[in-house]
Structure formats: C-alpha cells, structure tokens
C-alpha cells in the first residue's frame, strides 16, 4: 500500500512527484512504457527538440533534457519510478487498485490512498512517415510553443475546426504567410473564429485538400496536397507544418469511474479534485485550455498539496 501513487512522468506527474518526495510520502511513479508511442516515459516533451518557454533557462533547453532533469530531481528525494503503465484502476474502494500487466489479474497489482492521474494528451497526427521524421523540425503541434521559431516564414496550418482557426490566427503574429488547408469546403469552427480567420490578410485557404506528405530532408520545405475531389496533386512551400486536427487526452482506464467531459479530459474542480475523494488529476489529462509544460508542471504541483492535505485529513478523522 502506497500514500501516493501517480500515473505519468510528464511535467505533471514528474512536478507531483517532486513535491509529494519532498512532503515525505514516498511516492510511486508509473512513468509509461517506452515501447508504446502513447504512454512515452517523459511524456510529450520527449517528442520535441527546443523547449523555449519553460521559465528558468535563458537559452531554452531541449525537450528531453528537461524531462531527463526533472527525473533525476524527482529521484533526488526519493520518488521511486518503476518504467511501467497501468493496465487497469478500480476507484471504486479506498485504498484504490491499480493493476500493472494483465489488467484480468483478481488482485491489483499495488493499491493506494491516494493516486494523481498525470497521463496527459495525445496529438492527434496525420499518419504520414515524414512528420514523426520531421517533428520538431518544422513541424509542429502547438503554435504557443513553437510559433516563435517562424518569424517571416511560411506556414502551413492542417485542420479545420476552432484551434486551427486560433493557431492560424496565432501565427499571423509571425509568418509572412498562413495556408490553412482543410479536407472540406466549409469549416467546422465556429462563425466568430472563421469571420476573423476570412478577414486577415494573411491567412489563405486551401479547400478539399489533404496533406499526403510533407517534404524536407533536415527541415520541412513544404507540403504535397491532393485534391479530395479530383485527386490531383500539389506541391506547396512551407517551413513550418502545424497540425491541428485535435488531441486525445489519455482517459480510456477511467471511462466509468471518474467524471469525464465531452472531449474527453477529466473533470476537476476546486483545484485538481475529480469526482473521486482520494483521485486528483494534473496536467493535459484535464486541460484542453492551455495545454503547456509549465501548467502541467504548476498542476501538478497543486495534485501533491491536495493529495497531501486529503492525506492528513484521513489521520485526522
Ligand atoms: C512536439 C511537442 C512540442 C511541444 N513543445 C512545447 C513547448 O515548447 N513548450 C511547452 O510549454 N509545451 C510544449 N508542448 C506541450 C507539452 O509537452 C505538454 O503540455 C506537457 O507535456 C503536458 O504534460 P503532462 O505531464 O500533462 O502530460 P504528458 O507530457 O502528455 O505526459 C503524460 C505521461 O503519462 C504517461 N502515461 C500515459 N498513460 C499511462 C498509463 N496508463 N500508466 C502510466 N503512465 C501513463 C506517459 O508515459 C507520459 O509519461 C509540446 C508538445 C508537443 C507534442
């Protein structure tokens, strides 16, 4: 029986981990397994080269440097961190269960007090060979982190819906040109978002079209089109690629158990508190708002102080 137990080694659950180590509970991390691409050890980050906003380093720090560093500072004070992902969690009893391995095993695997759910969000990606190729250089998931690397550059933004909109709009700030380039003819954001993407110069669309690769060797120079409807195709020059056609937050173990919106995240309220006393989630798992390495890490802060007073109240009572 642990006193916490935290799923993830994101920002998040490496930021609890750190916290919860030096409240003196001895946490549990289940970092994820390496050879699943959804359940990376060291989470998103990892998929990244420069990290240019994450406060503290002048000179910005690369992706896995950070994750590597704030492991060892984790481990510094003594969060022990088993390479492993969770099968399967009943949250139905306290002390809760959490199964490692076959998830039909009776007895979980090791049960705690309290459990800190950090297993972020997935971007959802277009499937082709160059862009996990490419991915960090020149393209890209998110406009807020990487947008700043684009300053008169032009920018290809895939997807049709309000966050492709708000990161086209994003990177006007910054590329001479941005080509949104959507499967449809009519968008699936809302009128307020397409009324301001149709009136910035800068943003140009191109209709009933699907990116079917993206070409570069070191960097991305540009994008092959096809046509949905006549299935011809085209080449468009580009330096920076950001697809924006949705994420998936990491929810599937608590389908049932745990209040879950619409899109997926986890409810939270009065901090990182989900619809279980005991159960506290941090980081991309509940956000689909700001989605960020130092709000997950600031979230996940918050998870081991609640985590640490619901402790106290348990000895309390
Ligand atoms: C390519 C890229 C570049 C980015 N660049 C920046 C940037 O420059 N600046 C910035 O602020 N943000 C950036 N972000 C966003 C940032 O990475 C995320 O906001 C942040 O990583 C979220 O942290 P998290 O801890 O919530 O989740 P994640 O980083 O998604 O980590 C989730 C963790 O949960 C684990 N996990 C999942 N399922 C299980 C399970 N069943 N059992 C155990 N563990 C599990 C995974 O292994 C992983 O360790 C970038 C994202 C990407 C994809």
New binding site residues.
Partial sequence: MRDVVI????????TAAIYAARGELRPLV????PS?S????????M??T?????PGFTHGVL?PELMVSMRSQAERFGAEILT????RVDLSTSPFGVWIGDPGAHEPTLTARTLII??????LMLGLDNETRL??YGV???A???GFFFRGKQIVVVGGGDSALEEALFLTKFGDTVTVVHRRQDLRASKIMQDRAFTNDKIKFRWDSTVVDILGDERVTGVKVRDVKTAEEAELAADGVFVAIGHAP?TD?FAGQLQIDPAGYLVTHEGTKTSVPGVFA????Q?HVY??????AGS?CMAAIDAERYLSSLTEN
């Fill in positions: 799923l993830g080694s994101g920002p998040a659950g490496l289940l970092e994820g397994e699943s959804s359940d990376q050890p060291g989470g998103q980050l998929l990244t420069e990290v240019e906003n994450f992706g492993e992902r969770a099968s950090a297993t972020g969000a997935r971007s991915l960090g890209s998931t998110c807020t982190c990487d990491s173990l941090c980081g991309d798992v956000d989605r960020q390495a130092v709000t997950a996940g």
